[in-house]
């Protein structure tokens, strides 16, 4: 049985192992997809302070040279937005399947310790069964020792 529970052990340090190791991937996910969304925070905040810059100057009155820098330059501000949104959405797609994993190597840990925590029980079970039929063997042996005076 030892070597029964040394290969469960083994399985069982193996599976923390992984889990471990998809825990700290989902971590490092949980950053990166931190930081992607800060970008598009940041992205989103200097495009509406742009545009309020904007809208101050055109009051003023401004160039038509002026007034199409202003266009391209939200255009381009614009697609940066877009991109940096698909970003953020790419990078929680990863976030989810990290969790899954982690999900899973931790289902994996679980099984395998209620399969030693059996085993331990039956262990204790055997071990009681054993000590039993000593203490019944002493008791008959020494019922039959005092029997035959």
């Known amino acids: 049985?030892?070597?029964?529970?040394?290969?469960?052990?083994?399985?069982?340090?193996?599976?923390?192992?992984?889990?471990?190791?998809?825990?700290?991937?989902?971590?490092?996910?949980?950053?990166?997809?931190?930081?992607?969304?800060?970008q598009l925070d940041s992205l989103e905040h200097y495009r509406e302070e742009y545009r309020r810059q904007f809208e101050a100057a055109m009051a003023n009155g401004i160039s038509m040279a002026?007034?199409?820098?202003?266009?391209?330059?939200?255009?381009?501000?614009?697609?940066?937005?877009?991109?940096?949104?698909?970003?953020?959405?790419?990078s929680e797609g990863r976030v989810e399947k990290g969790v899954t994993d982690w999900q899973r190597q931790?289902?994996?840990v679980n099984a395998y310790d209620v399969l030693a925590t059996r085993r331990l029980e039956e262990e204790r079970q055997a071990s009681n069964r054993?000590?039993?039929?000593?203490?019944?063997?002493?008791?008959?042996?020494?019922?039959?020792?005092?029997?035959?005076?």
């Open 130 to 149: 054993r000590e039993q039929r000593q203490t019944d063997e002493f008791a008959s042996r020494a019922s039959a020792a005092m029997g035959g005076f």
């Open 66 to 90: 002026a007034l199409q820098n202003y266009q391209r330059f939200m255009l381009s501000l614009d697609q940066a937005i877009e991109h940096q949104r698909q970003q953020v959405n790419r």
């Open 1 to 38: 049985m030892s070597n029964r529970n040394s290969s469960l052990d083994t399985l069982i340090e193996l599976a923390r192992e992984h889990r471990d190791g998809a825990a700290k991937v989902l971590g490092e996910l949980r950053n990166s997809h931190q930081r992607s969304h800060q």
């Open 106 to 108: 931790q289902q994996r």
